[in-house]
């Protein structure tokens, strides 16, 4: 059910032909009854009575992956999507060659210094796994490989490298993946970089890690069954025995992780719930002393902390305080709110995402206006300057700047027809210096683009944003194909950032939107706020009324929308779909959050119990009512519904596979239209299907070609 955010494209008209040429390039769009009858699922119904009310389910029993019948259902619905699309086989591959030309394939990442080294990683030609490398003093120096994910990969079918860290006398890197694909846990291993060998140690369902000052003490945070991490333990790599548990989260809201700061003197132990959070300290030099409580936890006070020399940066949030404030506490003494100084006030305009703390800089990342900004405060006289960005909609995120003693922030820069692109900023002379641009191999030029930022009026009059590019050349008479993204939960921000594929759609004539819903916090932390618990009925409305002012601005028509979303932005497609079915022409899904009442029932299944907090606790009356009134796979009725593909991993941590399975079998069940319905479930991989680059490639590729078939447009 938990955050991740998938996008999902399309293609239709080449560059050259005008866009009234659509009308004329569409062809027949075949419809259930031309295919073989798809696979229908055993109804085996389950009863369940809460509140006084009784569900039935008829497709609980898909839950069970050891059931063999389940397996088989899944590969007979694979089978049916793959002859349904037979017949865009040739699309697919040309939609992947022309993904693929847009990548360049033997790339490499801007070097950054660390602790005497440069770090980067690069990829090669027909490879699809990134090299992790680094270069001793200098980027002129021998290159040394840290990781070759590819040879990692071999003989794998997924394979996901996570995190690594380098130990304080750089001889040591530990590293997390997993063979599964999914996002939860994975194995912990460490690799002499002397001998270029790993460690004779393993360790299974870790989540978070860090190597203490001294060289020889791992942290490590594993799960429980639920895949909640809940304890931290330390190892000695010179030690025997077993590992120290040496804390465990008991409260069921909390999830725990383990991390150092950026002057390498603390060890932070961080739990935190969506609206609590309590950290920990340990002295990296002394990994083995007791741990300090820096704050307790309160409830709705959030709080997250970094070391500067002697004193400590709070970045600090409470319902006065929503969009974050800034204070200064000291080192020896903090336990006393009376020590600390507020350096940087609230703002209710302004929401203080994050910050990163330098000797002589504090540098705050902010969202003003649906829009990031940076700003760099010199800590000798608390000047703040901003760092500013020319277009009128972009998005721009911090790179990592490892190096306290840094005078230079690294930061990324994009916008809908803008290639990404790496800057640094000098803080102390207060300019910027380009670094590398995002390369498109097949060619790009950004003024054959429009980017806009259109404001559309939900039902209760609040005015929601989204950003759009389409082709300068196509014209706003209701005859576009469109696509319109959106995911609005956990206060994850949807930005309008460069994504290459999607010119496979905008060059043949699409329109792009990108709806910033609440629910994300685009808007500040109320926008969120807004979208969320017994408020999340407004993700849905919000999204109904873009898709509106799409129409009523003659982007696009209802007979050429299309819609996407993933996870929980997935539960946003099942929502508006069974709300307005009428209002799109197809719809894509991937690993959709949709049987909510059941999943947010069962405490057992990954991420729910303190996912309360973000849905509601359906164990009682009135959130349980609320969700199941909008529960997408609870609300499917006799009614017309569009060509929908829906996707799943079998190995998917996040939204179990049962969940998009569930929904289009009960979909079949009760649709009255013959329009098509897909389910294609990913049995080797989890949340975010494929992991190799190129067969991610192959993925998108599959989903473009069904939208351009259902849409009914002839590609040249």
């Known amino acids: 059910m938990k955050k991740i955010n998938i996008i999902i494209l399309i293609i239709t008209m080449s560059a050259s032909e005008s866009n009234s040429q659509t009308e004329k390039n569409l062809h027949p769009i075949k419809n259930q009854n031309d295919y073989s009858p798809p696979p229908v699922a055993e109804i085996k119904p389950e009863t369940f009575k809460e509140f006084g009310m009784t569900r039935v389910d008829n497709y609980f029993w898909l839950k069970d992956k050891s059931n063999p019948k389940v ?120 690799k002499d970089l002397l001998t270029g060998n790993d460690l004779d140690l393993e360790i299974e369902k870790v989540q978070s890690f860090t190597i203490a000052k001294d060289n020889k003490t791992l942290f490590y945070v594993t799960g429980n069954k639920s895949l909640r991490p809940y304890r931290l333990y330390c190892h000695q790599f010179d030690g025997t025995g077993n590992d120290k548990l040496v804390y465990e989260e008991t409260d069921e809201l909390f999830n725990l992780q383990v991390d150092r700061s950026k002057t ?65 506490a000291p080192l020896n003494g903090y336990e006393d709110r009376k020590t600390w100084e507020e350096v940087v006030k609230h703002n209710p305009d302004v929401k203080i995402e994050g910050m990163d703390v330098f000797d002589k800089y504090l540098v705050l990342f902010v969202r003003t206006k649906g829009l990031n900004e940076i700003k760099v405060m010199n800590l000798l006289d608390n000047k703040i300057s901003t760092i500013n960005f020319p277009e009128a909609v972009y998005t721009v995120s911090p790179l990592n700047t490892p190096e306290y003693n840094s005078t230079k922030y690294r930061y990324n820069y994009a916008s809908m027809n803008r290639p990404n692109t790496v800057y640094d900023f000098d803080m102390e002379h207060g300019t910027t210096e380009k670094l590398k641009e995002q390369e498109i191999p097949s060619g790009f030029h950004p003024d054959d683009y429009i980017v806009e930022r259109l404001w559309a009026t939900a039902s209760d009059g609040t005015r929601i944003p ?242 351009i078939d259902r849409i009914g447009v002839k590609d040249k």
């Open 71 to 190: 397996i088989d259902y899944l590969k007979a619905e694979n089978t049916y999507c793959e002859t349904v699309m037979q017949h865009t086989k040739d699309l697919q591959e040309i939609l992947f060659k022309e993904m693929k030309g847009r990548i360049k394939e033997d790339d490499q990442t801007v070097p950054q210094l660390n602790n005497g080294y440069y770090y980067y990683s690069r990829t090669e030609k027909d490879k699809q796994y990134p090299v992790y490398c680094r270069k001793k003093g200098s980027v002129n120096n021998p290159e040394e490989i840290i990781f070759d994910v590819n040879e990692m990969a071999k003989g794998k079918p997924a394979f996901l490298f996570h995190d690594y860290e380098i130990s304080e006398n750089n001889n040591l890197a530990a590293y997390l993946f997993n063979t599964t694909g999914s996002f939860a846990e994975f194995n912990l291993k460490v």
């Open 264 to 328: 390498k003197d603390f060890i932070y132990i961080k739990s935190e719930s969506f609206t609590s959070s309590e950290v920990r300290i340990i002295p990296a030099d002394k990994p083995l002393s007791e741990m300090k409580v820096f704050l307790p936890r309160l409830k709705d006070v959030e709080y997250d902390i970094e070391h500067h020399k002697s004193k400590i940066f709070v970045k600090y949030k409470d319902n006065e305080n929503k969009n974050s404030m800034i204070y200064e």
């Open 466 to 707: 989204m950003a759009v590019v389409y082709k300068k050349s196509i014209k706003r008479d209701g005859t576009n194909p469109a696509l319109l993204y959106a995911y609005g939960s956990y206060g994850i921000n949807t930005d309008a950032y460069f994504r290459s594929s999607v010119f496979s759609l905008v060059d043949r004539g699409f329109v792009y939107a990108i709806a910033q819903i609440r629910g994300g916090s685009e808007m500040g932390e109320t926008w969120y706020e807004d979208g969320k618990l017994m408020h999340k009925k407004n993700t849905f409305t919000d999204f109904i009324a873009c898709a509106e002012h799409l129409i009523k601005e003659k982007f696009t028509s209802s007979e050429k929308l299309a819609i996407n979303g993933g996870s929980a932005g997935g539960l946003l497609m099942g929502a508006v779909t069974n709300m307005r079915p009428d209002l799109f022409k197809v719809v894509i899904a991937q690993v959709p959050f949709v049987d909510v009442i059941n999943t947010m029932l069962d405490a057992s299944l990954p991420l729910t119990t303190q996912e309360y907090e973000q849905w509601g606790n359906p164990n009682e009356e009135a959130p349980f009512k609320y969700i199941l009134s909008y529960s997408p796979y609870d609300n499917v009725k006799a009614q017309s519904y569009p060509d929908m593909l829906i996707t799943g991993g079998l190995n998917d941590s996040q939204v179990s596979y049962h969940e998009p399975a569930k929904w289009a079998a009960r979909l079949r069940a009760l649709k009255t239209d013959k329009n098509i319905i897909l389910l294609k479930t990913n049995m080797q991989s989890g949340h975010g299907g494929a992991t190799g680059r190129f067969d991610g490639l192959k993925e998108v590729a599959f989903n473009y070609a069904f939208l």
